[in-house]
């Protein structure tokens, strides 16, 4: 519970953010199975209340003290060691240990015997990220990095790290991260110049420069190299980079400096200078980037959920302002312009959180061997990385101003997460090159039939009056004729035009899923808003009332 407030600038630290949340257990109730919901409910509710209070502490302490490299030793030996605030030391133990959340796919954790579905991992990860957004970028590569690794990893190198990187024990975990961008290649990666040499033991020199590497000092990166003749992306292979060497000794390469970020501050991201470096090939020679797509595709998705619990944060921060804070002797949630803009960045947000949950059950059919939910989540993952990594841009912005002047005040939360989520819309792809991305899920690997079909099955099952259940199919044609033919078109100028609409339709027919399946009965409201202000042609000077989208269901 949040502590009694005094004076006049109310102060939700301490408050619950699972619980603050209106629509947050109906909506993992729904979307787990049954069992997993029932073990899993005291864990968020405790995460909830880490997330309102301690965490919410850290991540301020951690962001205000950067990470620095210390490159040598008092007693004049090199080193590439970076110095971590105690703050986010204490943020990594609760995420890798206590709630082990870059181990949850791959292993028992929190009690439950066997891995969990990308659901849980995301619900998890969702109230987390309302915190702390940095920390979560090491946890997300320490988990890809081992999916990709056992995906394509010769059987012996999977052995050999496995228990590492899924370890529950902070102090014999090993973290991951992944070296791919250099000062030539960043968007395109086929100007990859680190070269990779075969040495006699079966091992490989990597050398060259990356430029943006989170999580230097991580134990394990995946890193690209050119290991062929061939030109493009042909001549690239993915290596397995450890920071110790086989026989124990240091590898080969430095940390050259750490970036001075705009965001992510509590987080080290450095240059690499790689020296020769030991290194273990991952899969076929040659088939680098394919390989490694595994992992940037789940960065993006992790990078998407992450967006959109940067959104939840903003809005609960911005309601609970609003039910508290005086202007003109009423609370601001009583005043119609204040409801109206606390609905606009209540909706990207929610479209958002139902975004996380569809790509996420999509996820688990491509694990499972199913190709439809293999060709589901190859579209929605750059879907939602797109669009809700955009709108958490504007939300977090919009709710520093629900506070006022001090949500330009480094000592609120509101800094930070706006700071934060402009950084989701560049690293893992910008947003360019991930909107040309849904183009290719349509032209080249035919995603987009799965994705009409998926969800004219949600909409069929969400038990629409029928001239909205007319409007929303005619919509849902509309966008998907429009997104094929810019695809079919190779219309790259309409590629963030189509990974909207696409976006907007898919999230508005889940939203009004949700409606149907839990007693949530306003996602209905904000399925229609989605349609009628993202969607539908519309007059801005015909007045309309957008109160209503605001439900009495929100409890902050
Ligand atoms: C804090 C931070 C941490 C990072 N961590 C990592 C990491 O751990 N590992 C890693 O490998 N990388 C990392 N990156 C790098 C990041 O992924 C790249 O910066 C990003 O992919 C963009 O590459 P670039 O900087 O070379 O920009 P460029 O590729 O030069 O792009 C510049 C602009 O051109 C646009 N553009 C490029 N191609 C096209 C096109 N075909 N059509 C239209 N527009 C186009 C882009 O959208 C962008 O707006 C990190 C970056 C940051 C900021």
Redesign the pocket.
């Known amino acids: 519970m949040h502590p009694e407030l005094t004076g006049a600038i109310p102060d939700s630290r301490g408050i619950n953010l699972y619980r603050a949340d209106g629509d947050a257990a109906a909506l993992f109730r729904h979307y787990l199975p049954q069992d997993l919901f029932g073990h899993l409910e005291p864990h968020f509710d405790r995460l909830g209340a880490l997330a309102g209070d301690r965490l919410d502490e850290l991540a301020g302490v951690a962001d205000h003290n950067p990470p620095t490299l210390a490159v040598r030793r008092r007693t004049g030996e090199d080193c590439n060691r970076i110095e971590k605030h105690p703050a986010y030391v204490e943020m990594e133990r609760i995420a890798f240990a206590g709630f082990g959340l870059a181990a949850i796919s791959h292993r028992g954790a929190l009690g439950w015997p066997e891995p969990m579905p990308p659901v849980a991992k995301y619900a998890l990860t969702y109230l987390f990220v309302q915190a702390e957004f940095g920390l979560l970028?090491p946890v997300n590569?320490t988990d890809s990095l081992t999916r990709t690794l056992k995906r394509y990893g010769d059987p012996a190198l999977v052995a050999r790290f496995i228990d590492r990187l899924t370890s529950l024990d902070f102090d014999t975990l090993a973290q991951g991260?992944?070296?791919?961008?250099e000062q030539g290649?960043?968007?395109?990666i086929a100007a990859t110049a680190t070269r990779a040499e075969p040495r006699q033991d079966g091992a490989w020199a990597l050398t060259g420069e990356?430029?943006?590497?989170?999580?230097p000092d991580a134990d394990l990166a995946m890193v690209l190299a050119r290991s062929e003749t061939d030109a493009g992306l042909k001549g690239v292979s993915l290596f397995l980079l450890p920071q110790t060497r086989r026989d124990g000794s240091p590898n080969s390469y430095r940390i050259l400096r750490l970036?001075d970020?705009l965001?992510?501050r509590s987080m080290a991201?450095g240059e690499v200078r790689l020296e020769a470096a030991e290194a273990y090939l991952v899969g076929e020679r040659g088939r680098g980037f394919q390989q490694l797509s595994d992992m940037v595709n789940s960065s993006r998705l992790s990078n998407g959920v992450r967006a959109a619990g940067l959104m939840r944060r903003a809005v609960t921060e911005a309601l609970f302002i609003a039910r508290r804070r005086k202007a003109f002797g009423r609370t601001l949630i009583e005043m119609p312009l204040m409801r109206r803009q606390l609905g606009k960045m209540l909706v990207p947000a929610e479209q958002a959180r139902t975004m996380m949950f569809l790509t996420a059950q999509a996820l688990h059919r491509a694990n499972e061997g199913d190709p439809i939910g293999a060709k589901l989540s190859r579209i929605m993952t750059p879907l939602i990385k797109f669009r809700a990594c955009r709108d958490a841009r504007k939300v977090t912005g919009d709710g520093m101003e629900v506070r006022g002047g001090c949500g330009y005040i480094e000592e609120w939360s509101d800094a930070r997460l706006v700071r934060d989520a402009h950084?989701g819309s560049?690293?893992?792809?910008?947003?360019?090159?991930v909107a040309?991305d849904v183009l290719r899920a349509i032209a080249r690997d035919d995603c987009l039939p799965a994705l009409e079909r998926h969800a004219a099955a949600l909409l069929d099952d969400a038990a629409l009056d029928s001239p909205a259940h007319a409007l929303f199919t005619s919509t849902l044609a509309k966008v998907c004729a429009f997104a094929g033919r810019a695809a079919a078109e190779k219309s790259?100028a309409l590629a963030r035009e189509a990974a909207s609409a696409l976006y907007h339709v898919t999230s508005a027919i889940g939203l009004a899923h949700e409606a149907a399946k839990t007693q949530l009965p306003h996602r209905l409201a904000f399925a229609r808003h989605v349609l009628a202000h993202r969607l539908l042609p519309r007059d801005p000077l015909v007045a309309e009332n957008e109160e209503a989208v605001l439900p009495g269901s929100e409890i902050v």
């Open positions: 970028c590569m991260a992944m070296f791919m961008t290649a960043g968007s395109d990356k430029w943006f590497c989170s999580n970036k970020k965001g992510t991201s950084l560049i690293w893992e792809g910008t947003s360019n090159i040309l790259e």
